[in-house]
């Protein structure tokens, strides 16, 4: 996989910052999660569990652990490079320990292999102690939409 300079520049410049600044996606907005580390292939950051992100048990929704897992995944994807915007056509997730309210979560990918038409890429969610709370693995699909940046 050939990295993508010009995104990883762009991401290099914006570390320990939100990633919803600059990003299209509104998700990336309500997620609030704030960018580690970028380099070719890997992304880490970081999450703060909001109440409106917690289940009646109060922990994190699974809903929304796997909707971290999938954005970061997709934002992975755009560190090396590609032709057109991908999509995910299949996810699985396992659900291991949870979080609460307050608490600090740290999303880490990776691409495994980008094909013609589809890549493989894994995401993981550990608390702050590095407990593993989560682990998502992840096919996507290129478009026919052109990857612009």
Excluded at 3 to 27: F, R, S, T, V, W
Excluded at 97 to 125: D, M, P, Q
Aim: aromatic share 6%.
């Amino acid at each position: 996989m050939k990295p993508n300079e010009k995104i990883l520049a762009y991401l290099q410049a914006n570390l320990n910052k939100k990633i919803a600044d600059g990003n299209p996606n509104p998700i990336s907005t309500w997620l609030d999660g704030t960018l580690i580390k970028a380099s070719a292939g890997s992304i880490t950051a970081e999450f703060t569990v909001r109440e409106d992100q917690c289940n009646h048990a109060q922990v994190l929704h699974g809903g929304i652990i796997t909707t971290i897992l999938d954005e970061i995944m997709g934002m992975t994807l755009i560190t090396v490079e590609i032709e057109h915007l991908y999509v995910t056509i299949n996810l699985h997730v396992d659900f291991l320990f949870g979080a609460k309210a307050g608490e600090k979560v740290t999303a880490v990918s990776e691409v495994y292999r980008v094909g013609k038409k589809i890549a493989n890429v894994e995401a993981k969610l550990y608390n702050a102690e590095g407990k593993l709370l989560a682990k998502s693995t992840s096919n996507l699909a290129a478009t026919s939409i052109p990857m612009q940046f």
